[in-house]
């Protein structure tokens, strides 16, 4: 496998693209063995609404 | 563990063999898991952090959900140095350790098919806006009401037609961009304004072969070039969280 490039362009990667991942995006595993708890998805997708109106306005490109 | 804990989920990884020294949540150590050849970093975190009743009385420190979100992406960033990274959705636990071995088990065969999927690959984000407002009318004579409202107009329909423009800039912009890349997603726009451009138009993400980034990242600069500096905004690289389904 080639390198994956190291360096990531912090100033770019605002908060809002990282919370588009960490919780929209990325494998859900369900089932017995393994549970995300009860209520999380919903509480962190409020979360999420809340943060996007905190901090667009400084964590938009250009700033 | 005392029943107090459970263990925190960060990222499936291939090789399994792989030592991780970054610290996670709560600044917590992380370890891996591993079962034939492939692995979960993993770290203990107290059993009622991601508790709804816990995190609702939380809701209004921003700073608190930002703190777990990068240190989730800090561990999932650390480890694609080392492994093919299949990341996990922030807030993902399991009883303990005996449990995550089990899930390995379990999903060995659909883990597998995703590692393949991602192995040498890497996600990068490209936004395009629409083009930002005209400058504000020069200071003049006060304008009547009648002038006013048909200047408005004029300038709403003028946004709208500059909009549907940037929108199919965009298409192409997508297009370029997806034939560099081995997979293309569509992140939802978001409403708010970047700085001196308009509205977003377009929120993509690719998975780019390593080997292919310096070409993706040229589509990227040349879109830039075209569309405006301010127009386009490339992000990452990043885990593949955007195309992280378990291939069951």
């Given at each position: 496998m080639s390198e994956p490039p190291v360096a990531r362009d912090v100033e770019r990667a605002s908060l809002v693209d990282l919370l588009d991942r960490v919780i929209g995006k990325g494998v859900v595993l369900s089932g017995d063995i393994v549970i995300s708890l009860a209520g999380v998805d919903l509480v962190m997708l409020r979360l999420r609404a809340l943060l996007t109106t905190v901090h667009d306005s400084e964590t938009g490109p250009g700033s | 563990m005392s029943v107090a804990e459970r263990t925190y989920l960060y990222a499936l990884v291939r090789p399994g063999t792989i030592r991780v020294e970054v610290a996670g949540i709560l600044s917590r150590p992380t370890r891996v898991v591993a079962i034939d050849g492939i692995g979960a970093v993993v770290g203990t975190v107290p059993a009622d952090l991601f508790v709804a009743d816990s995190m609702e009385s939380r809701m209004g420190d921003s700073g608190w959900v930002a703190s777990l979100a990068r240190a989730h992406d800090d561990v999932v960033a650390a480890v694609t140095q080392l492994a093919t990274t299949i990341p996990l959705r922030l807030g993902t636990t399991s009883d303990d350790d005996e449990s995550v071995c089990a899930l390995l088990t379990d999903l060995a065969g659909a883990a597998t098919r995703t590692f393949d999927r991602f192995e040498g690959r890497t996600e990068y984000g490209v936004q395009v806006f629409a083009p930002g407002h005209r400058q504000?009318?020069?200071?003049g004579a006060p304008e009547g009401g009648a002038a006013f409202l048909r200047r408005r107009r004029a300038e709403l329909k003028e946004d709208e037609l500059r909009r549907v423009a940037a929108v199919e800039q965009a298409e192409t912009a997508y297009q370029l961009l997806a034939d560099v890349a081995v997979d293309d997603r569509r992140i939802s726009v978001r409403s708010r304004t970047s700085g001196t451009a308009g509205p977003m138009v377009l929120n993509g993400a690719f998975l780019v072969d390593n080997d292919a980034v310096t070409s993706f990242r040229a589509v990227a600069d040349q879109l830039a070039a075209s569309l405006g500096p301010d127009r386009v905004v490339i992000t990452g690289p990043w885990a593949p969280y955007s195309f992280a389904e378990l291939d069951l």
């Open positions: - | 504000a009318p020069s200071e």
